[in-house]
Antibody, heavy 120, light 112 residues
Framework: EVQLVESGGGLVKPGGSLRLSCAASGFTFSDYSMNWVRQAPGKGLEWVSSIDTTSNTYTYYAESVKGRFTISRDNAKNSLYLQMNSLRAEDTAVYFC????????????WGQGTLVTVSS | QSALTQPASVSGSPGQSITISCTGTSSDVGGYNYVSWYQQHPGKAPKLMIYDVSNRPSGVSSRFSGSKSGNTASLTISGLQAEDEATYYCSSYTSSTTTPKVFGGGTKLTVL
């Protein structure tokens, strides 16, 4: 069974930093591209970032986070990360770790999410 | 990359059928057969219901079906049940070299 467990969320002041982690199990982690998707309170889903299988070679970011967030993975530890710097109030959201489906194009599996609150 | 366009809400009575639309452009929905649909109940993680426009993952009810015409994809739920009440999101692969995925704004389905 695919399991994705996020951690690292919490309360941070504007301008601060936070690192999210996602522990994966139940599948061969190195075989799949991974993603971060966020959902602001009461709002819809927003794709944030994706990383391909080849250890950080190809990374992609939404315009809203480009230059501030960095996605990475450690295939030896079956883990995905999101380093978030220069945080803003509008970054407040539940952040979901998500695995691509077998076709490596669409998201197929989701974690339960971790809440990040940016507030003074 | 702009979000895909979905109606904010739809409703239907138990047993009826409803359809949710998802409109994009030739750079996303219209250009690729990589449209997926997700169901999200309040406080829960999204769940994949449809992938590759019209395919259902194992375990998803056959009451859920997907289709596409031009730049608009659709999700149809037949034989509505109370547990179908949720928010539904579409998503598509895009031609952008920097932002490969985009979501719709979500549609709240109310079962009357």
């Amino acid at each position: 069974e695919v399991q994705l467990v996020e951690s690292g969320g919490g309360l941070v002041k504007p301008g601060g930093s936070l690192r999210l982690s996602c522990a994966a199990s139940g599948f061969t982690f190195s075989d799949y591209s991974m993603n971060w998707v966020r959902q602001a309170p009461g709002k819809g889903l927003e794709w944030v970032s994706s990383i391909d299988t080849t250890s950080n070679t190809y990374t992609y970011y939404a315009e809203s986070v480009k230059g501030r967030f960095t996605i990475s993975r450690d295939n030896a530890k079956n883990s995905l990360y999101l380093q978030m710097n220069s945080l803003r109030a509008e970054d407040t959201a539940v952040y979901f770790c998500a695995r691509d489906y077998w076709n490596d194009v669409e998201i197929g599996y989701w974690g339960q999410g971790t809440l990040v609150t940016v507030s003074s | 990359q702009s979000a895909l366009t979905q109606p904010a809400s739809v409703s239907g009575s138990p047993g009826q059928s409803i359809t949710i639309s998802c409109t994009g452009t030739s750079s996303d929905v219209g250009g690729y057969n990589y449209v997926s649909w997700y169901q999200q109940h309040p406080g829960k993680a999204p769940k994949l219901m449809i992938y590759d426009v019209s395919n259902r993952p194992s375990g998803v009810s056959s009451r859920f079906s997907g289709s596409k015409s031009g730049n608009t994809a659709s999700l149809t739920i037949s034989g509505l049940q109370a547990e179908d009440e949720a928010t539904y999101y579409c998503s598509s692969y895009t031609s952008s070299t920097t932002t490969p995925k985009v979501f719709g704004g979500g549609t709240k389905l109310t079962v009357l």
